[in-house]
């Protein structure tokens, strides 16, 4: 069964300091997604990953995959208050499936 | 908004009562989705239609029937709920299936008493 391992689980960082959030997953896929969700809120889709080497960046995040290596990062940079929120990874494994990750949830303290 | 319309927005309901969520897209996608989000776990696949057709069942308890009558609309009807069936259930869209990404709706909290 598909396995995808967010870690951490909670974040509590600086403003103005950079991080990272790693997503693993346990079988062959192509195809990453990253979504944000704020509290009481839906899921916001952020970057698309289609390939291996794929990276994309919006602002002060930055998502990549490496297909090979069954890893996928998301980098924040300078971090402010407004990025509080929890980050979720999720792998495409065919059909119709699209497994989620248990989420990181972000707290930027100003 | 973002394209994918949940009503309602809060639910609490007895474990005898019968009620049903309701989605709606004008995005023009092809599939929807129906996910739960429990506080404790990782978002769960439910239900999965692709132009009106039940595609995927996630060994969902018979409890939640859902109804897809046209390719904007789906139906989550609730009856006879457990209290641990208390979540945030979402509803999404995609253009197809083939996994370029979904829409979210807002969601239905709901609490069964």
């Known amino acids: 069964e598909l396995k995808v391992e967010q870690n951490p689980l909670f974040l509590s960082m600086q403003e103005g300091k950079n991080y990272t959030i790693y997503c693993n997953y346990s079988t062959t896929s192509d195809r990453l997604y990253w979504y944000r969700q704020d509290p009481g809120k839906s899921l916001e889709s952020l970057f698309v990953?289609?390939?291996?080497?794929a990276v994309k960046q919006e602002g002060r995040l930055m998502a990549s995959l490496d297909t090979k290596a069954r890893l996928s990062t998301l980098h924040i940079t300078a971090a402010v208050h407004d990025l509080s929120a929890t980050y979720f990874c999720a792998v495409y494994t065919g059909g119709f499936k699209t497994i989620f990750g248990a989420g990181t949830r972000l707290f930027v303290k100003a | 908004e973002t394209g994918v319309t949940q009503t309602p927005r809060h639910l609490v309901m007895g474990m005898t009562n019968k009620k049903s969520l309701k989605c709606e897209q004008h995005?023009?996608?092809?599939?929807m989705y129906w996910y739960k989000q429990s506080a404790k776990k990782p978002l769960e696949l439910m239900f999965v239609?692709?132009?009106?057709?039940?595609?995927e069942n996630n060994s969902v308890p018979s409890r939640f029937s859902p109804e897809c009558p046209n390719s904007s609309h789906l139906f989550l009807h609730l009856h006879t709920l457990q209290p641990e069936d208390s979540a945030l259930y979402l509803c999404?869209?995609?253009?197809?299936?083939?996994?370029?990404?979904?829409?979210f709706g807002s969601g239905t909290r709901l609490t069964v008493v």
């Open positions: 995005l023009g996608h092809n599939a």
């Open positions: 990953l289609l390939s291996n080497g």
């Open positions: 239609y692709s132009l009106e057709e039940r595609v």
């Open positions: 999404a869209s995609s253009q197809d299936t083939r996994g370029y990404g979904y829409t």
